[in-house]
């Protein structure tokens, strides 16, 4: 089955403790991308990438680094995570056409 | 959203039609998506618009006018299930940076 998987769905952190959100896709897609979602706000870009080892930042990079070592892998990290990084993180994918992108389930952060 | 607007919230009954407008900022225009997404869940693909006109996929359709940077998503036959939050985006800059607005939040009530 086609899908994007996002570990983990849930996380309560700390301010300041390092965390990775992990990120696969099993469809041989180039273009992998992370948002995140706020009440008001909507869907945010966070990075992107096109293909291994290239990436480039969207609306919103402050405090995330992303690393894409592997076609189908692309985490997120949070070196020092603060309060305002509380949100709805989501993983996507996309063909090179970039016509449909598949939206991974969702990873819902909270730093204390 | 960034220069992307759509309303906050729409109501409608089941079996009615319903038209949620988006309109959007026409430089560097590469084409107008529509997604759906149910409370907690991603967002689902619903269709692409890239040329002018109605493009029509079942019960949903979808309708593009580059030149005044305005779309809507139609939806018909409302059904409960159809309760969700309608996303408008378009790619910015190229290919690679898709923006994203605010959503509709649509609830169909009997």
């Known amino acids: 089955e086609a899908q994007v998987t996002q570990n983990p769905r849930y996380l309560i952190t700390v301010t300041g403790k390092k965390l990775t959100v992990t990120c696969s896709q099993n469809m041989n897609h180039e273009y992998m991308s992370w948002y995140r979602q706020d009440p008001g706000l909507g869907l945010r870009q966070i990075y992107y990438?096109?293909?291994?080892?290239?990436?480039d930042k969207g609306d919103v990079p402050e405090g995330y680094k992303v690393s894409r070592k592997e076609k189908r892998n692309f985490p997120l990290i949070l070196e020092s995570p603060s309060p305002n990084q509380t949100s709805l993180y989501f993983c996507a994918s996309s063909s090179p056409q970039k016509e449909t992108q598949y939206f991974g389930p969702g990873t819902r952060l909270l730093v204390l | 959203g960034q220069n992307i607007d759509q309303p906050t919230e729409m109501t409608a009954t089941e079996g009615a039609i319903v038209q949620i407008n988006c309109t959007y900022q026409?430089?560097?225009?590469?084409?107008l998506f529509w997604y759906q997404q149910h409370a907690g869940e991603a967002p689902t693909f619903l269709s692409y618009?890239?040329?002018?006109g109605l493009e029509e996929k079942g019960r949903f359709s979808s309708f593009l006018s580059r030149s005044k940077g305005y779309s809507y998503l139609l939806l018909k036959e409302l059904q409960m299930k159809d309760s969700a939050s309608y996303l408008c985006a378009r790619f910015s800059g190229g290919y690679n940076k898709l923006i994203f607005g605010a959503g509709t939040r649509l609830a169909v009530h009997p």
């Open positions: 990438s096109m293909n291994v080892e290239v990436t």
């Open positions: 026409t430089s560097g225009f590469n084409g």
């Open positions: 618009n890239v040329l002018d």
